[in-house]
C-alpha cells in the first residue's frame, strides 16, 4: 500500500492524473492497451476534467484506452446521478473517445438483468484471460463504502469475482457493482479522497480494527493499492 498526502485537493488530483498518465503510457508501450475503470463523484468530476485538458488530454494515446465502471445507480444514462453521464460530459466526449472503447453498464434492463450482462460484457472483453483491469479508480464514503459495497450487504461475503444488483440504504436506491474479488484481481488500484469530512474514514481505513462487514473498504486488500488523499483528509492519520 502507497499513501501520497498533498497540501490541498487540486494537488491531490493533480498528483493521481500524473500517475494516472505514466502507467497508462507504460501498459500502451508493454502491450498496446490500458483498461481503466472509472467511479462516480464530485472528485473524480474534477479528476476527469483535468485528464481531458492540456497537457493530459495530449500525453496519452487514448485510442489504446478502454473505458469501464466500477458502478453504476440504475437510472437512465442521461440522469443527474448516472456516473456515465458524469464520465461522459467530463472525459469521453471531450477526448471524443469512440463507443467501441466504452463499456457502459446497460440500465435499459431489468437490475439483475443489467448485472449479468455486464459481467458476460468483461468476460468477453478479456476472453480467455483473468478479467484483472490495470488500473480501477475508486472513492471512498463517509460510511466506509467504496464501489456500491455497502456495510451490512450480503455482497460483502462473496467469493468469486462478479457484477451484481445490490440495494443500498441510501433512499433504497439500487445499484450495480463489481464485487471486493473482482476489484482487488486489478493491477493497480487508486483512491481518491478529499476533504475534512473524509477524515475519520481514512483513519478507519488504514489504521482501525478491521471489521469488514461494518467497514467494506478494508474488503480491498490487494497490496497494489495507492492512496491519494489531501491534507484535510488525512487529519487523523
Excluded at 484506452?65 to 460530459?89: H, I, K, L, Q, W
Excluded at 439483475?112 to 471512498?140: C, H, P, R, T, W
Excluded at 456495510?151 to 443500498?168: C, W
Excluded at 441510501?170 to 474479488?181: L, Q
Aim: charged share 20%.
Amino acid at each position: 500500500m502507497m499513501l501520497s498526502i498533498s497540501p490541498t485537493k487540486k494537488e491531490a488530483i493533480h498528483s493521481i492524473a500524473l500517475h494516472i498518465v505514466s502507467l497508462a503510457k507504460k501498459n500502451i508501450a508493454e502491450k498496446n492497451a490500458f483498461t481503466l475503470v472509472l467511479s462516480g463523484g464530485q472528485t473524480p468530476e474534477e479528476l476527469y476534467k483535468l485528464l481531458a485538458a492540456p497537457p493530459f488530454n495530449e500525453a496519452v494515446n487514448w485510442s489504446k484506452v478502454f473505458f469501464f465502471f466500477g458502478d453504476e445507480r440504475f437510472v437512465p444514462p442521461t440522469d443527474e446521478e448516472s456516473n456515465y453521464r458524469m464520465a461522459a460530459a467530463t472525459l469521453l466526449t471531450p477526448l471524443q473517445i469512440p463507443p467501441e472503447q466504452i463499456f457502459f453498464i446497460d440500465t435499459a434492463v431489468a437490475i439483475n438483468k443489467a448485472a449479468e450482462l455486464y459481467q458476460q460484457k468483461l468476460k468477453s472483453f478479456f476472453g480467455n484471460s483473468e478479467m484483472s483491469f490495470d488500473l480501477i479508480l475508486l472513492g471512498l464514503g463517509e460510511n466506509l463504502h467504496v464501489a456500491s459495497l455497502f456495510p451490512h450487504t450480503a455482497i460483502l461475503h462473496d467469493t468469486e469475482p462478479a457484477v451484481k444488483a445490490v440495494k443500498t440504504d441510501d433512499k433504497n436506491a439500487y445499484r450495480i457493482t463489481m464485487n471486493a474479488p473482482l476489484i482487488n484481481k486489478a493491477k493497480c488500484i487508486y483512491f481518491l479522497v478529499s476533504g475534512k469530512n473524509k477524515a475519520s474514514a481514512i483513519r478507519q481505513a488504514l489504521k482501525g480494527p478491521i471489521d469488514t462487514d461494518a467497514f467494506p473498504v478494508q474488503l480491498i486488500k490487494t497490496p497494489r493499492v495507492h492512496w491519494f488523499i489531501d491534507k484535510d483528509a488525512g487529519t487523523g492519520l
